[in-house]
């Protein structure tokens, strides 16, 4: 007699959290998706999830071949030992016009050649996971959708009582979504995929149905690589606030943290503004080696330049990284906007604060920008990122690089002020002949700072701040003035 169990986990881990803790055992499901939308693997996942728990697993396969699944099953790295795989490849007879297939309980009346070998496969082998693969030949068999709900209704009623967890697989030939199905399975999860103008294809899965459970809603960003798919659940920050101490981190450069007031809190985003090569991102790491030197664990993910660069430019101002994922050390991440999706990267996030950093910066956010398939959805994940770091009281760094150089026209691609705790603006202005730089901080939500403008230089010696210029008026418009004195 089968174990009776509560949740049937799918394998995926992000898909199970999705659905908090799995499926629901013994009921009926629907995997909805395009032609290559990963229905197969993600059913194959499902079912090794089975095998390694002890549970006797089923493919019944209405289209691939058995060699077709091993194939597929072998370029992930899996082996189909322990799954029972069975093949109806429907005949050419079958599908013509003059053949109908009836599908009725099993005990009132024959079933069609394919229908009873679906049954037959399941009295022989009392599986409790089990797929069918897929309802577009079934669909084709029934020749009408009457003929075709009543097949899935017995199914449905066949299946009562078996202790079985059944997945059916649907590709949408059908003319427009197919409610009938949707009304008929205890659960629905659709698998959709759009392809941007550039990079490669988005995926994304989205639970639109799971009757008697409460689920994760939305969409979710997922992957198909060696090994499988792998599903990132939406970030939700309210789930992950947890306690951590009051206190400000400091730089390391006395003047630096004057201006801040003090430093920058835990707990808080600081976005820095200003046009390319003036210094952003080298004041963002600069927090970040600081808090390596006091044993902390910092993250750098770079959508921009390279690792090389930057280890490259830090070492030019007496800075060394020490790269690593523990205790002392910089993980940095080079991230490609054209070859990862958004909830990816939220992930990756995750993850390293997960490891254990305090400060993490988001270099640029332009880059950031540019891996959204929807730009209109930025502000809102953005948002929902920063609350999360914040809630794990990591101290975030944001660069944003403007167009321009210099002058009052200079404009961000993204307006993400509101968003941070704290925003320094950084500019070049032209004085005695000289290009020079500019520092100030705007806007401080946690407490108070200088509102002084200082010039900001770098040598081999580090980071550099003047005194407040307070001899010099219209220094933001880049060509300042001496002040009158008196």
Known sequence: MHKNRQRAA????????????????????????????GKTTLALQFLLHGVR????????????????????????????AGIEVVELIASETELEG???????????????????????????????????DSLSELRLLAQSSLRYR?????????FVGRQCTVLLLDDRTAEGPDLQLHSIAHGVIALNSSSPSYGQLRREVEVLKFRGSDFMSGRHDFVIRQGGITVFPRLVSADHQVAYPRESIASGVAALDALFGG??????????????????STIAVQYAVAATRRGDHAAAFLFDETKAAMLTRSAGIGTLINEGLGAGEI??????????????????????????ARVVIIDSLNGYLNSMPQNHFLTA????????????????FLVVAQSGIMGAYMSSPVDASYLADSVVMLRYFEHAGEVKKAISVLKKRTGGHERSIRELSFDRAGIHLSDPLMSLRGILTGVPAEREAG
């Open 10 to 37: 799918i394998g995926i881990p992000g898909l199970d959290e999705i659905l908090h803790g799995g499926l629901i055992s013994e009921r009926l499901y629907l995997i909805d998706g395009n032609p290559g939308a």
């Open 53 to 80: 728990s002890g549970e006797k697993c089923l493919y019944v396969t209405l289209s691939e071949t058995r060699q077709e699944l091993e194939a597929g099953a072998k370029s992930h790295g899996w082996n189909l």
């Open 98 to 132: 003059e053949e109908q297939l009836t599908m009725l309980p099993p005990s009132e009346i024959d079933l069609g050649e394919t229908t009873r070998g679906i049954i037959d496969a399941v009295k022989r082998d009392e599986p409790m996971r089990m797929v069918l």
């Open 150 to 158: 009543r097949q899935i209704l017995a199914l449905k009623q066949f």
């Open 263 to 280: 430093g920058v809190e835990r707990g808080t985003s600081t976005l820095l503004v200003g046009p390319p090569g003036c210094g952003k």
């Open 331 to 356: 993980a940095i991440h080079k991230i490609d906007p054209a070859a990862i999706s958004p909830g990816e990267f939220v992930d990756l996030v995750r993850r390293s604060v997960l490891r254990g």
């Open 381 to 396: 994940q953005l948002h929902e990122l920063l609350s999360y770091l914040n809630l794990r009281g990591v101290a975030t």
